[in-house]
């Protein structure tokens, strides 16, 4: 059987997977739509750009073809940003074979219709999204890439897929779990990039940890409100999914969902942060998604609200945060009723 596996899109977090899975395996493909980073990436062994300062495995083989970097590959991971995963799905198409394992390591949602990668990925290659496996937790990609003791879930309700992806992965830095609620792992990676913009922005606003611990609190708390009612199991979001890569996502610089916040908090306008960023920040467009998703299900997520009007309406985030502040008194456990537990649990 084949040993070689492929990376959709050499960003930073694909860039990192290809690294995780050099280890691992023979040959790497590592696909991109520009020749001259596919160059560099092949002769240098760097990809500066997202990576700077960092030595790539000489068995990761950069090139702009998919046929290339799909034929005869094993297993095909896609790291695409969510504005532009269904294209690369659709392009993936001609290439992709039923034998191939697809995963996905994209944390977000298709702004314009609300939908989840992994249904956004069945579309296109016509198949079930139980033939999907989701990859989610705490990974920095600065630190994967150098090594640093990382763990990670896999999540399918294939759970023989989810299992051959765990193999695919696991190596003595980069330990691998895996988890049979998809939906719930998908939906936590995709959720607290908004939590994060929050923290950031509380930090940029000189707010002290007080507040961030708060923030990560009630901000798990409606998380895990909407992720239940969607069908999630409410303990995926204590898992690694859940509060692992929320703590992760809204306390660490290498943070961009963080860092648009902090800036965002500081002052600068959406447009000027994003400008500056120079990379995607997948919490602006998760917020927007899951305003409208919580509207239509009629659950309430008030920190995504107020970060919503921040982003979109032009209230200043002090004015977010005493909306916040001067909510109605509430008891702690309304999240999540106790029926929903007894569900999960019997």
Partial sequence: MSDKVTVLVAGSWGTALASVLAANHSEVYLWTRRPEQAAEINEAHTNEHFLPGVSLPKNIIATTDMEKAVDGSKAVVIVAPSSGMRQVARSLKSFWKEDMLCIHATKGF??????????????????????????????????????????????????????????????????????????????????????????????????????????????????????????????????????????????????????????????????EVLDSMGMVVEGIRTTEAAYAISLNLGVQMPITDQIYHVLFKGRTPRSAVEALMGRDRKTEMEAISQETWEQWHS
Avoid at 132 to 137: A, Y
Avoid at 199 to 220: I, P, V, Y
Avoid at 232 to 250: K, Y
Wanted: charged share 20%; proline share 2%.
């Fill in 110 to 271: 298709e702004t314009e219709t609300k939908k989840r990668m992994s249904t956004v990925i069945s579309e296109e290659l016509g198949c079930s999204e139980g033939q999907i496996v989701v990859l989610s937790g705490p990974s920095h990609a600065e630190e994967v890439v150098r090594l640093c003791p990382t763990t990670v879930v896999v999540a399918s309700a294939d759970e023989e897929r989810a299992a051959i992806a765990q193999g695919l992965f696991i190596n003595n830095d980069f330990r691998v779990y895996t988890n049979r609620d998809q939906l719930g792992v998908e939906l936590a990676g995709a959720l607290k990039n908004i939590i994060a913009l929050g923290a950031g922005l509380s930090d940029g606003l000189g707010f002290g940890d007080n507040a961030k611990a708060a923030l990560l609190t009630r901000g798990l708390a409606e998380i895990s409100r909407v992720g239940v009612e969607l069908g999630a199991n409410p303990l995926t979001f204590s898992g690694l999914a859940g509060l692992g890569d929320l703590v992760v996502t809204a306390t660490s610089q290498h943070s961009r969902n963080w860092r648009a916040g902090w800036m965002l908090g500081q002052g600068k306008a959406l447009a």
